[in-house]
């Protein structure tokens, strides 16, 4: 392939040079444990405290108040697990979306098997939550709301600041998986009353294996993991250096940069967005059409898919991702598409492309002409496609006997 | 992921199409599960399978199977292609993945399905041929942690 096209930044982003060039010394110059006493320690605890600082910054913390961690999968956990755990001799009732990533569903799964009462909140077709539905599931052994920022598949994002203070109004701890919107769009964890985030670092062209979790002061929360006393005693492990320092570059990227590239992405995505819809016969877009991430264009084509729609895309050089059973491992499509109404069969023929800045007008351009093609060509070889064609021929049958 | 026989198949699949008044048509799998594959058949006075095509609605590999069981059925009588099972299937596309191994139950029941038409077209009887289940749906138990 001589032409890469990658559109799944939702997945993962490549580090940018910037990020990586800061990272580099940190492995082979100034690799010492910045736990140590000696002065050789000193540069990687200034960068550590720089880090942490940075990622601070950018959704306005104190530097004390942000945990390094392997990743937002492990600040999922660890928000989750640990919160329900500290708060449980006042209750065991957690509130969270029918929308979460695994990472968070799975997690209050886990809670239910040991005795938590999880209530799941369902969403509207644009994918968000109801303020009202949120209000009505409180109950006084409510003890964790964890809903996050924005959505990894179809990029709603959600009224954070309203969720914020209905739990805030109800004193009940709230935490967010912000791994989708943390460096992409504004987060403020006072204004938006937010006690817990996570946020991860590949997800904004910083290294993979390297997360945050905020905690705001005085949220009771236990550590998750045991060891040495690394990150003030609450999250023990040999600090990842070059990986909290590429973090650290990221969020400070991030945080010069977010206004013009999602001004960049949208711009791009629109045309994108606009194209399918225009070009492509029975397809929907998925995801509120305002009120979603900038990079993010989620479709459903009826009658065809997703996974050999990937590999057809793939062919060409395109990398996409689709919400399809075949390409989750299991027989359900997914999670999100169908809570947001999807039949099954229109949530098997979803595609997900999320751009990056560097995207530009001709790549997508490419894809659009060679999606109609991909899409056109399994339509034929689809039996779904074909009922349909002969129930519509049917149907003007049916209408011109009755003229 | 998929082996070249299955990327063959899935890129240039045999036997796409419809037949107009077949002597057999069986569509088996659901929507729901990500899996639907028809199968039709022309089939002569002699019972021999004179020519087959398939549409299916899936994964890549649901594709790959479907145009290869089209491939071992075409040109055999009704009893051999009674024989084409899920393993030849697969054993013909140099394997699946263990996640895709149901494409290939897919493509045998998709098989018989058509022949079961034909044989109820024609009231006829093919020896150890079962009416076909609509829906193959497995049911994998999810491994737990
Ligand atoms: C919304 C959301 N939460 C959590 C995660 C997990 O993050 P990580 O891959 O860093 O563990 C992801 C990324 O896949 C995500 O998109």
């Not at chain 1, 969403?123 to 009505?136: P, R």
């Not at chain 1, 009224?159 to 109800?170: D, Q, V």
């Not at chain 2, 799998?29 to 022309?42: F, H, P, V």
């Not at chain 2, 140099?94 to 009231?123: F, M, R, T």
Request: charged fraction near 25%; glycine fraction near 8%.
């Amino acid at each position: 392939m001589d032409k890469r096209i990658y559109l799944d930044n939702a997945a993962t982003t490549q580090v940018s040079e910037a990020v990586l060039e800061e990272m580099l010394p940190y492995f082979r110059q100034n690799y010492s444990n910045p736990s140590a006493v000696y002065q050789f320690a000193e540069e990687g605890k200034r960068a550590v405290d720089r880090a942490r600082r940075q990622a601070a910054k950018l959704i306005g913390a104190k530097p004390e108040e942000i945990y390094f961690t392997g990743g937002g999968s492990e600040s999922d956990n660890w928000a989750i697990k640990a919160a329900a755990e500290a708060y449980a001799s006042k209750g065991k009732h957690i509130i969270t979306s029918k929308i979460e990533h695994h990472a968070v569903l799975h997690t209050c799964g886990y809670l239910e098997k040991n005795g938590y009462d999880v209530t799941y909140l369902d969403v509207d077709a644009d994918g968000k939550i109801s303020l009202e539905e949120l209000k009505a599931a409180l109950r006084p052994d409510t003890i964790l709301i964890s809903v996050m920022a924005a959505n990894n598949e179809i990029g709603t994002i959600q009224p954070i600041a309203e969720i914020g203070k209905i739990a805030h109004e109800a004193g009940v701890p709230f935490h967010t998986d912000a791994v989708q919107a943390y460096g992409h769009i504004p987060l403020d964890v006072d204004r938006l009353q937010i006690d817990m985030l996570s946020a991860s670092g590949h997800k904004l062209n910083g290294p993979k294996g390297i997360g945050i979790l905020y905690i705001r002061k005085g949220v009771k929360i236990r550590s998750f993991i045991h060891g040495g006393a690394q990150e003030r005693g609450r999250r023990a492990g040999t600090l990842n250096v070059p990986g909290i320092v590429g973090f650290g570059k990221a969020a400070q990227i991030a945080g010069e940069t977010m206004e013009e590239k999602g001004r960049k992405e949208r711009k791009i995505r629109d045309h994108l967005i606009e194209r399918v819809l225009a070009e492509i016969p029975y397809t929907r877009l998925n995801g509120h059409s305002t009120d979603r991430l900038s990079n993010n264009a989620n479709f459903s084509f009826r009658f065809i898919e997703g996974e050999s729609m990937l590999i057809l895309l793939d062919q060409l050089g395109i990398c996409a991702s689709s919400g399809s059973a075949c390409t989750s491992g299991s027989l359900d499509p997914s999670h999100v598409l169908l809570a947001i109404g999807l039949p099954h069969e229109i949530a098997h023929g979803s595609l997900r492309l999320t751009l990056s800045d560097e995207t530009t007008l001709e790549e997508v351009d490419f894809v659009v002409d060679e999606l109609k093609k991909v899409i056109e060509r399994l339509r034929n070889m689809s039996p779904l496609y074909e009922d349909f064609l002969k129930e519509q021929k049917e149907k003007e049958k049916e209408g011109k006997d009755v003229q | 992921m998929y082996s070249e026989k299955v990327m063959d198949h899935f890129n240039n699949p045999r036997n796409v199409g419809e037949i107009e008044n077949p002597s057999g048509v069986g569509t088996v799998g659901n929507a729901k599960c990500g899996d639907i594959m028809r199968i039709y058949l022309d089939i002569d006075g002699q019972g021999i399978i004179r020519d087959v095509k398939f549409k299916t609605f899936g994964c890549g590999a649901a594709v790959a199977t479907s145009s290869m069981a089209t491939e071992l059925v075409k040109g055999k009588t009704v009893e051999e292609a009674l024989l084409v099972t899920n393993k030849a299937v697969m054993e013909a596309l140099d394997g699946l993945p263990p996640v895709k191994v149901h494409c290939s139950l897919l493509a045998e029941e998709a098989i018989h399905a058509a022949l079961w038409d034909y044989a109820q077209k024609n009231g006829i009887v093919i020896e150890g041929l079962k009416k076909p289940v609509e829906d193959i749906g497995e049911m994998e138990e999810e491994e737990e942690y």
